[in-house]
């Protein structure tokens, strides 16, 4: 009786709101021990959470205040114990720029048990551009960890956990100031095993970061950074316990990892240092991919740095298909170019070239 007295209180409460300011919210539990709150304040917010088993707890905040409306938050919670922690703002009252207004949408769906998610989109800010935000988690195992943490707008962050154990953490914008233009990023990762680790972090304006990994206990690292421009990020691990680390600072970087055995080690590391080129092109000034595939315990480390502006484009590629091979490419100037390719056990390739203008 104490449960379905707490449910009604709370129905009744988002009634009053919904007639006040037109919010919506909808709360389905069905085990016992569930707990969820929400907090509405704005118009049209809508929000709606689904908890079945035992033990649930979901939270949600949405603040928006009007700038064509929009901002939705869906939660479903079906096994046990699972948290899930939502708050979104808009503040689009606060700009009237058409590709900045309304959207914000924070989806998290978990199935099994001990799962934790948490999505952060937007700070009320004097000089917010907040609009058109997606984030969207999706759980299945059990004791998996997901974060989300947008600023500005036009971002896009997803994430699937299948496993059990799985860690993923993106943030888009987190750090940037308040006089700084940023977003439009795109960040993306899926996690079919069990204890993968995979961290995102995105700061400036139409990056594009992927990580993918399906086996077990595997690692990868992706950092955009001091306003990173147009620059893309790629991970592919299919085997066990490989790790992967992409650092790029500056504007037009583009990389790739791509490993498909095991116990394999692969670093890349990009630099722009000067200002864009001007007009429309987009070619990277640095471009790097690394392969290994077959055998185990691969190392694979590249550095690239330009000078950014009119430099020519450095390119960097290792191919390993073997085991304990380890090559490394440093690059430095503009107009480099490097290929290395190791077959069999073993092996070891160094290069460094630097190109003065």
């Known amino acids: 009786m104490k449960k379905l007295s707490f449910i009604i209180a709370a129905l009744l409460l988002f009634v009053g709101v919904s007639l006040g300011q037109t919010n919506v919210a909808n709360v389905t539990e069905s085990g016992t021990g569930q707990n969820a709150s929400i907090d509405q304040n704005g118009i049209l917010n809508k929000s709606y959470v689904t908890q079945s088993n035992l033990e649930n707890t979901a939270k949600v905040t949405q603040i928006n205040h009007n700038a064509a409306f929009s901002t939705l938050s869906e939660v479903n919670q079906s096994g046990e114990k699972n948290l899930s922690t939502i708050e979104q703002n808009s503040n689009g009252s606060l700009t009237t720029n058409p590709n900045v207004v309304g959207?914000?949408?924070a989806v998290t769906t978990q199935s099994g048990n001990l799962n934790k998610a948490?999505?952060?989109q937007g700070p009320t800010l004097t000089n917010n551009q907040q609009g058109k935000s997606l984030a969207e988690i999706v759980q299945s195992g059990n004791e998996n960890y997901a974060s989300q943490h947008q600023l500005r707008y036009a971002n896009d962050a997803k994430i699937v956990q299948?496993?059990?154990?799985?860690?993923?953490?993106?943030?888009?914008?987190a750090k940037i100031l308040p006089e700084e233009e940023g977003s439009a990023n795109i960040a993306y990762i899926e996690q079919g095993g069990s204890d993968?680790?995979?961290?995102?972090?995105?700061?400036?304006?139409?990056?594009d970061v992927k990580a993918y990994q399906a086996g077990n206990g595997n690692t990868s690292t992706q950092i955009q950074q001091d306003y990173s421009w147009k620059s893309k990020a790629d991970v592919h691990q299919s085997g066990n316990y490989n790790k992967a680390d992409q650092l790029q600072v500056g504007n037009l970087n583009s990389a790739?990892?791509?490993q498909e055995s095991g116990y394999n080690t692969a670093k890349q590391t990009q630099t722009t240092l000067g200002a864009s080129r001007g007009g429309t092109n987009y070619d990277p000034y640095n471009e790097a991919c690394i392969g290994q595939k077959g055998g185990d315990g691969n190392i694979a480390e590249q550095t690239q740095t330009s000078p950014g502006a009119g430099a020519i484009e450095n390119y960097a590629q290792i191919c390993q298909d073997g085991a304990l091979n380890y090559a490394t490419q440093v690059q430095v100037g503009?107009?480099?170019?490097?290929?290395?390719?190791?077959?069999?056990?073993?092996n070891h390739a160094v290069v460094s070239q630097m190109m003065v203008p």
């Open 103 to 105: 959207a914000l949408k």
């Open 118 to 120: 948490l999505q952060v």
């Open 162 to 173: 299948s496993g059990h154990r799985n860690t993923a953490m993106q943030a888009q914008d």
């Open 196 to 207: 993968n680790t995979a961290t995102q972090t995105q700061d400036g304006w139409a990056n």
């Open 256 to 258: 790739g990892i791509n």
């Open 334 to 346: 503009g107009d480099n170019s490097s290929i290395i390719s190791q077959v069999g056990n073993g």
